[in-house]
């Protein structure tokens, strides 16, 4: 294999990690997620990594639904959906889900952007590789959908990660792609 | 079998590695009780780096009944930058759980270490590719949550490539 620098310039991995909070109130409800990249970037989604507590009985549909939202040059957004069902967590992405009595809640550990949590560590395993490219955007969007059967006895907790490339405007023009017309 | 359908081109491959050839930087260090900690590897003057991927492993130490046990909690959680242009990799202290494979290694610090669960095998080398330029720093600043002092060790597997 025969590196070549140019290909590498510009590019950078990028890993955005979120960490939710389900509670009996929103188990239903979709949580928005979004990221801002910076301008002038586009994002190239490789795998997402994800865990989450779980209680005893299987509590439902506990998945993520991606929306794929344009903003073209022209300033028209779209949007679409990427699966036709939220798609559950653990049938694309690593590691999985841990029991709820894993999780250490408050006075723990104690930062505020990971919700004051924090939980046993986990065995990463290979995870699907999804690769979509986000082009031409300012956002990143995708809902989370916690759709759960049974009332939830505790307060559960999903992390997120994806990981994947921030790959600028210019990049973008070498490759011959055109503005807007990628993945349509 | 394949590798007998191909012809192996000697001269080229010797010309490719006499420009390039595998590589490992190592960053590793303890992050006190509830503190913070920055560590730097250098990239030093040999040549580039080409990161492909990532492995790590860390302790899961915390006093409980001021004890120091081994809980297997997660509490470290790490930004790695890249000092060369000075772009952070990650948009927050991400959980080494979560990007370190094998992850948990047990502790000689335990107080209850003959019992503790052996740490896991090395199962899933994380992808973290991205060229470091000759002479830049790798750093990775790591935040402990737990009331005991945790350490790590991460790997970051590549190709060096000469100017």
Request: aromatic share 12%.
């Amino acid at each position: 294999l025969k590196i070549i620098i140019d290909a590498y310039s510009d590019i950078q991995p990028l890993l955005i990690w979120k960490r939710y909070k389900i509670t009996n109130a929103n188990r239903k409800v979709p949580i928005p997620f979004a990221y801002t990249l910076p301008f002038g970037f586009s994002y190239f989604l490789e795998t997402i990594v994800s865990k989450n507590s779980e209680q005893m009985q299987d509590i439902g549909r506990f998945g993520i639904a991606m929306f794929d939202t344009f903003i073209e040059f022209t300033r028209q957004a779209r949007n679409r959906k990427l699966q036709s069902e939220p798609t559950p967590l653990s049938l694309i992405s690593s590691p999985i889900g841990i029991d709820h009595v894993s999780y250490f809640p408050p006075p723990a550990p104690v930062d505020q952007s990971a919700l004051g949590v924090s939980s046993k560590s986990v065995i990463l395993t290979e995870p699907i590789e999804l690769d979509y490219l986000y082009i031409y955007r300012e956002t990143i969007n995708y809902d989370l959908s916690f759709k759960c059967d049974i009332d939830l006895a505790y307060d559960l907790y999903c992390d997120v990660v994806l990981n994947g490339y921030l790959i600028p405007d210019s990049k973008i023009a070498a490759w011959g792609l055109k503005n807007g017309t990628c993945n349509d | 079998m394949d590798i007998f359908k191909k012809v192996i081109n000697s001269a080229e491959i010797f010309n490719i590695q006499s420009k390039q050839r595998e590589d490992r930087l190592l960053i590793e260090g303890t992050i006190p009780a509830n503190g913070c900690s920055l560590f730097k590897v250098s990239v030093s003057n040999d040549g580039h780096f080409l990161s492909q991927f990532l492995t790590g492993k860390y302790t899961t130490l915390a006093t409980v009944n001021n004890v120091t046990v081994d809980t297997g909690v997660s509490y470290l959680r790490g930004l790695i930058r890249d000092q060369g242009t000075n772009k952070p990799l990650f948009n927050d202290f991400i959980p080494l759980d979560l990007f370190c494979s094998p992850g948990r290694m047990k502790s000689d610090l335990s107080t209850t270490l003959s019992t503790d669960p052996a740490a896991s095998p090395l199962f899933y080398h994380y992808k973290l590719e991205h060229l470091f330029t000759i002479n830049s720093d790798i750093s990775i600043e790591v935040k402990n949550d737990s009331n005991q002092a945790n350490k790590f060790s991460i790997c970051f597997h590549g190709i060096r490539i000469y100017k």
